[in-house]
């Protein structure tokens, strides 16, 4: 058996069924590997070791009386640090936030610990989970475990990094325009951004609250429908969360993919694409058909109006949700002479450049005047977007993209154009706007060893249906390709 | 512009004192938004408690203090209230509304917008009926939306007052039904009628509490005056801070003699956001920082359209109490009371109430309103205690009341024996038979009525004067038959024996 801290979670259970390790011993092992690699990597922001061993110490005692263990039992987890934490610094990757420590849990922690799992720490992020390659967070950069050199994407890049470094077994990530998936491409790790209203967002600190979605990264899709089937339901506290009834993910994985039809909208392939991510996608299709999937020709002509009705609704949210940062309650204060005075230094400091060029955008799109030709307009392009998303679910029962047009870039390197960062969205903010799960998964890696995702979507609540597609490409070697 | 600002500012101060001939030239127009606190035991997005009075910040969690990642959850018992006080004043309940977030920074903020319908309000397009001068007039009502209350910036009281401010979080996030009307209302008595009619509306309903001192009920006014005859509305003024009666009607009558003063300069009136300021007894410009906002509205991402279904609307309809307009027509017509006494009696549901119960339990109407106005009313004024307080219940009024329709005691002793029932919240057979309230005590009437016995006994007032005192029993039950029972028997003793000695 491999070195503890690349176990799944089957293999977690199975150590610890067998007393071959503790859950105090494992967690043990986990922050000995993050003391070795965060230094360098960044993936971490917080660790909670006191939290960490009183919950393996219940697993631990849980075991020892042979009381049922819960599903997720003794495995260590990494949280994104825009979901809340009970007690444990969760900042956002923003100075504003220095310093916070919330009150409560979010609902997917609670779940999570509930379930047996161990809260190791909070992940690594772009500010307010805004960028795509977690260079924006006010903490310093995540490296990609892959590449040292390449960024991780983002901006849930702590999470991805630290599943694909073997710093946790899962991790929980948001996702409002990509940043579970491309982050799950760029690091090599399967990433399931669920159905909005799947998954509860009490706790998850908004960016755009129509958008915005909690999902798990994992080494393995089992491992990511284990997480699914803790995380998923109805939450009293998330008004927007649904009340569709929850399939048991693990258990829909094994079934035969023959005969299921993977769309694939072929504009997707023929501009901006770089053509080695080009070639493994659609090796990674090749391998879907294999195993049985017949492969059908789709449009979804409202793509080209994607990024712009995006980066429209989800800036006019983030305007809003960013105003209660003014420190009057907690974080960040910069005092000033005035109330006023005391608000703009306050944000001028405490935000960085692209959550204030967010800011600012969202507050230009939802000004007198200017409400109906941008925010109502990018309302009207997402019902389209949706329109074209439903009507192509009326002919397959998947589709395939790939996650992100290009492979994990060097850091630095494409920092001076947000336009062009932005762009680098297209295959994920569709389905953000849309509402429908898709995951990521490694198909194959470039001549120079980066990973390159591959991105399955589903229609809205039909994660099973994604991840057992997930599931058989990856056991067919998808990875490899 | 220096010299418009000043003369601005004169004219400001000095509007006092112009010809009454000149102001009934003018004609105001007047709209209200009232903002009414719904009486929910919790906030509106939160299981909050909403009392009032608890030590600051008690009542508060990461949803009403905006906490980072918190999210709203729609008390259904707000919405509830909200479309009692719709149905109350005719409001159409829409099938579908929609919460909506009005952006803006202010430290009692704290999400940093503020949780409230907009382009689709809970319900639209109702009445209000008002008595004014003896005429009844409808007031049209645009629209009833829900929202949530701000919490209370606290800038003095405390020891470093002078350079910090506090704030209460307690209130915020209580849920509001803001009620804006048509600028329907010609005067501020109008204007005064038709709060009067909405609170007792709102206290009937039991949709709000009403209470103007603990700020549950606050109103604010759109006003501007017009020509006499135009057709066409003035620029107008919006006026805050009329949290009570008296307020809202001196604020009024300020700004319509502030605005006709100003045109009659030859100015013109600016479309602004004033202050009522109590002290100075005048409204005031807000600095241009206070209202300048644009609210940058969008519908709140963090809740469901709202939907009320036609069967849910019907049971609350259902379930409605008697409005005060349908009481007072019925009062009349049943009871055969004035419209005055109705409209006094069916002024609040616990008075009316208790008006039925004297009713019910005998009394006739008309005295049993006579009774509640004049000597309960009073005595519950001087003892400062509501109706709800009343140590005499209906149905001892109601008794009391028969033993003066019945003669058995007369009005004036019937005052007196109120007033001890009053006191004591003892029943008025007791007070009657305990304090001899029923006995005729007066020496006088006594003699005569033992005279009357023995002159028209003669053979047996001989017999007694004979040695006969059997007989004497004979003239004591003639006289208390002669009085009803009611002679002091000591005093007819007492007389007989002395007329017959």
Not at chain 2, 72 to 85: D, Q, S, T, Y
Not at chain 2, 86 to 100: K, P
Not at chain 2, 239 to 244: D, E, F, G, Q
Not at chain 2, 340 to 345: K, N, P, T
Request: include cysteine; hydrophobic fraction near 40%.
């Amino acid at each position: 058996m491999s070195a503890a801290t690349a176990w799944t979670i089957p293999e977690v259970r199975a150590a610890l069924d067998t007393g071959k390790i503790s859950a105090r011993e494992l967690v043990k092992e986990f922050y000995a590997r993050i003391e070795r690699h965060n230094g360098e990597l960044n993936a971490y922001l917080a660790l909670s070791p006191d939290r960490a061993y009183a919950q393996a110490d219940r697993i631990d005692a849980a075991i020892a009386s042979g009381d049922a263990l819960p599903p997720l039992a003794g495995v260590p987890l990494a949280v994104k640090d825009v979901i809340s934490t009970h007690g444990i610094p969760t900042t956002c990757g923003s100075r504003i936030l220095e310093g916070y420590r919330p009150p409560y849990d979010a609902t997917a922690v609670t779940r999570l610990e509930h379930a047996g799992a161990i809260v190791l720490g909070k992940t690594n992020c772009d500010e307010f989970a805004m960028g795509s390659s977690n260079e924006n967070s006010a903490y310093g950069p995540v490296r990609n475990p892959v590449a040292t050199d390449r960024v991780p994407g983002g901006s849930s890049g702590g999470s991805g990094a630290a599943v694909a470094a073997n710093l946790a077994v899962v991790a929980l990530g948001t996702d409002t325009g990509g940043s579970i998936r491309q982050p799950g491409s760029f690091c090599g790790v399967a990433a399931l951004n669920p159905s909005y209203g799947r998954v509860s967002r009490y706790g998850l600190l908004a960016y755009a609250s129509s958008l915005d979605r909690i999902g798990p990264f994992a080494r393995t899709v089992r491992d990511v429908a284990a997480v699914m089937s803790v995380i998923a339901g109805r939450d009293p506290l998330d008004s927007t969360s649904a009340a569709a009834p929850v399939p048991n993910y693990v258990a829909a994985l094994g079934r035969p993919l023959t005969g299921l039809r993977i769309g694939i909208p072929d504009d997707y392939f023929a501009e901006g694409i770089d053509p080695e991510v080009r070639q493994k996608v659609e090796g990674g299709i090749r391998l879907l058909e294999k195993l049985g999937c017949r492969r059908v020709s789709i449009r979804m002509p409202n793509t080209e109006y994607a990024i712009a009705a995006y980066y429209i609704i989800a800036t006019a949210e983030a305007s809003s949700n960013l105003a209660r940062y003014d420190g009057v309650r907690y974080g960040l204060r910069v005092p000033g002479g005035t109330l006023i005075e005391m608000y703009q230094k306050t944000r001028g400091r405490g935000f960085g450049t692209e959550v204030k060029r967010r800011i600012v955008l969202g507050t230009y799109v939802l000004s007198a005047g200017y409400y109906d030709a941008y925010y109502l307009k990018g309302q009207k392009v997402r019902s389209l977007i949706a329109r074209d998303f439903h009507e192509a679910f009326e002919k397959v029962d998947a589709i395939v993209t790939p996650t992100s047009p290009v492979p994990p870039f060097r850091l630095g390197e494409r920092t001076s154009n947000p336009l062009q960062m932005y762009l680098a969205d297209i295959y994920t903010v569709t389905g953000s706007l849309a509402g429908v799960p898709g995951i990521s998964v490694p198909t194959g890696k470039t001549a120079e060893g980066l990973p390159v995702g591959l991105q399955i979507y589903g229609p809205a609540f039909g994660e099973d249906r994604v991840l057992q597609l997930a599931h058989a490409f990856e056991q067919a070697g998808g990875a490899e390709l | 512009m220096v010299y418009y600002a000043t003369l601005m500012a004169k004219v400001t101060q000095d509007a006092t004192g112009i010809l009454p001939e000149i102001m009934a030239g003018y004609e105001p127009v007047i709209g209200l938004e009232v903002h009414v606190q719904l009486k929910t035991a919790t906030k509106a997005f939160c299981a909050c408690s909403t009392r009032f009075g608890d030590p600051p910040n008690s009542n508060t969690c990461p949803v009403c203090l905006g906490l980072p990642g918190a999210l709203p959850v729609l008390n259904k018992r707000a919405l509830e209230l909200g479309i009692r006080a719709a149905l109350a004043i005719h409001l159409n309940v829409q099938e579908t509304s929609r919460f909506a977030r009005k952006n803006y920074f202010y430290p009692d903020l704290p999400k940093g917008y503020q949780i409230s319908m907009y382009e689709l309000p809970l319900a639209t397009a109702g009445w209000l009926e008002i008595e004014h001068d003896g005429q009844t007039k409808r007031i049209g009502i645009t629209r009833l939306h829900l929202e949530d209350d701000a919490a209370k910036n606290l800038h003095e009281g405390f020891a470093d007052s002078a350079e910090k401010s506090y704030v209460d979080y307690n209130r915020g996030g209580t849920p509001l039904a803001e009620i804006v009307s048509e600028p329907d209302l010609r005067s501020p008595a109008e204007a005064y009628a038709y709060l009067t009619a909405l609170k007792q509306v709102l206290l009937y309903t039991e949709v709000s509490d009403c209470n103007m001192e603990e700020g549950s009920l606050r109103c604010d006014a759109n006003i501007s005056v017009r020509r006499r005859g135009a057709e066409k509305f003035g620029t107008k003024a919006e006026v805050k801070n009329l949290n009570s009666f008296r307020y809202l009607q001196r604020a009024l009558e300020y700004e319509i003699e502030r605005q006709i003063t100003v045109l009659e300069s030859g100015g013109k009136i600016t479309q602004e956001t004033r202050l009522w300021n109590v002290a100075a007894g005048r409204t005031e410009p807000m600095r241009s920082k206070e209202f300048a906002h644009d609210y940058r509205y969008f519908p709140e991402p963090d809740l469901l359209p709202v939907r009320v279904s036609a069967a849910w609307r019907d049971e609350i309809a259902s379930a409605m109490p008697e409005l005060p307009e349908a009481k007072r027509r019925r009062f009349v017509r049943d009871f055969s009371i004035t419209p005055y006494d109705a409209e006094v009696l069916a002024s609040t549901r616990a008075l009316a109430g208790y008006f039925e119960g004297v009713v019910r339990a005998g009394a006739p109407a008309k005295p049993a309103a006579n009774w509640i106005q004049v000597e309960l009313l009073r005595q519950l004024n001087d003892a400062g205690k509501e109706i709800t307080e009343s140590p005499v219940p209906p149905a001892e009024l109601a008794a009391l009341v028969a033993k003066v329709e019945s003669g058995a005691i007369n009005a004036a002793t019937g005052k007196k024996v109120f007033a001890r029932m009053f006191e004591t919240g003892k029943p008025a057979a007791e007070i009657i038979a305990a304090e001899g309230f029923g006995q005729i005590s007066d020496t006088g009437e006594i003699e005569r009525l033992c005279r009357e016995v023995i002159e028209k006994n003669p053979e047996n007032a001989a017999k007694y004067r004979a040695g006969n005192e059997g007989v004497f029993k004979f003239f004591v039950g003639q006289v208390m038959r002669a009085s009803r029972g009611q002679a002091n028997p000591q005093a007819v003793n007492d007389t007989l024996k002395r007329l017959l000695s």
